[in-house]
């Protein structure tokens, strides 16, 4: 597979995921309304959540602003390690896991791969 294609088989794994999830929880949609409420957290988070969730997909697609690229890069890595974490402290199986563990790799990978255009300039120090 080219680098291309495997940037956007990547990129739209992770932006199609925030989009349903973010919307979801906008609209406290189950199943994962109620994953939320499981770990934890309060209903008015998912709102919160879910808005960040479908900013960041957003901010992926578009096109330039490489600086909000990688804000919205930092953002879904934070949100998928905590949801690795909070699973992890609620006692849930491995196989809860899985999910957000796999969406991290994606997301490296679409970091990783994305194309020169939707990089951060290098600066002279």
């Given amino acids: ?8 088989v990547f990129t739209l794994f992770i932006t199609l995921a925030a ?3 973010g919307v979801a929880d906008i609209l406290h949609l189950q ?8 770990l934890g957290y309060p209903p008015s988070f998912g709102v919160l959540l879910g808005v960040w969730k479908v900013l960041g997909a957003v901010a992926l697609l578009a096109p330039r602003y490489p600086l909000l690229k990688e804000w919205a ?5 934070i949100d998928y390690s905590s ?3 909070a699973h992890s402290a609620a006692g849930d199986a491995a196989a809860a896991l899985l999910g957000p ?7 490296a990978a679409s970091w990783y791969l994305r194309p020169q255009a939707r990089r951060l300039a290098l600066t002279a120090a």
């Avoid at 597979?1 to 956007?8: F, G, K, L, T, V």
């Avoid at 890069?73 to 890595?77: D, E, S, T, V």
């Fill in 73 to 77: 890069y930092a953002g879904l890595f």
């Fill in 83 to 85: 949801a690795i974490v």
């Fill in 19 to 21: 989009l349903w999830s």
């Fill in 101 to 107: 563990f796999l969406s991290i790799c994606a997301l």
């Fill in 31 to 38: 199943p994962l309304y109620g994953i939320l409420l499981h």
């Fill in 1 to 8: 597979m080219s680098r291309p294609i495997a940037y956007w």
